[in-house]
């Protein structure tokens, strides 16, 4: 089975990535949600380096941390690479079309000049077995700036 072609907004938001043409026009939004006890995650990034965080997760005794900032140039830049990355492997994953209650779903959105486009992963099912991970590289770095955020206040 041959892989499509990259088009539209994935192709626009490699090509703003490929040339580090970020600003505010080029948008992520990573999100898991779900799950009993609840797990919530969000991770927005802009072009410019502004950064919303937020996470929950009470299975693990995390509480609700919200926070936002803005990223310096190169690490904003670095994170957008590993999203780029991870978009790409997921692009080429099933979209999941039978959703068992109290599963983890992720959903991935780029946006590039007002256009949007989003895939849907499970993330968890309800058995807690972990399932595809995109871009599990760069939400570990989002979690690593959410505690050293925590660490100045």
Same mark, same amino acid.
């Given at each position: 089975?041959?892989?499509?072609?990259?088009?539209? =907004? #994935?192709?626009?938001?490699?090509e703003r990535v490929d040339r580090g043409?970020?600003?505010?026009?080029?948008?992520?939004? *990573? $999100? =898991? !949600?779900?799950?009993?006890?609840? #797990?919530?995650?969000? *991770?927005?990034?802009?072009?410019?380096? %502004?950064?919303?965080?937020? $996470? /929950?997760?009470?299975?693990?005794? #995390? !509480?609700?941390?919200?926070?936002?900032?803005?990223?310096?140039?190169?690490?904003?830049? +670095?994170?957008?690479?590993?999203?780029?990355?991870?978009?790409?492997?997921?692009? %080429? &994953?099933? &979209?999941?079309?039978?959703? @068992?209650?109290?599963? =983890?779903?992720?959903?991935?959105?780029?946006? =590039?000049?007002? /256009?949007? /486009?989003?895939? *849907?992963? @499970?993330?968890?099912? @309800?058995?807690?077995? +972990?399932? *595809?991970?995109?871009?599990?590289?760069? @939400?570990?770095?989002?979690?690593?700036?959410?505690?050293?955020?925590?660490?100045? /206040?």
């Amino acid at each position: 089975m041959e892989e499509e072609p990259i088009r539209g =907004v #994935i192709q626009k938001f490699h090509e703003r990535v490929d040339r580090g043409s970020l600003t505010d026009d080029t948008k992520f939004i *990573y $999100r =898991v !949600q779900g799950g009993l006890p609840r #797990i919530e995650e969000e *991770y927005r990034l802009s072009g410019s380096g %502004s950064a919303m965080l937020l $996470r /929950e997760d009470l299975l693990h005794s #995390i !509480q609700r941390q919200e926070c936002s900032t803005i990223l310096d140039s190169a690490e904003s830049c +670095e994170l957008f690479q590993l999203i780029r990355s991870g978009l790409t492997g997921l692009i %080429s &994953q099933p &979209q999941p079309r039978f959703l @068992v209650p109290d599963s =983890v779903l992720g959903s991935l959105t780029v946006e =590039v000049d007002g /256009e949007r /486009e989003t895939f *849907y992963f @499970v993330w968890q099912d @309800v058995t807690g077995e +972990e399932h *595809y991970r995109p871009i599990e590289e760069a @939400v570990e770095r989002f979690r690593e700036i959410v505690q050293r955020l925590q660490k100045r /206040e």
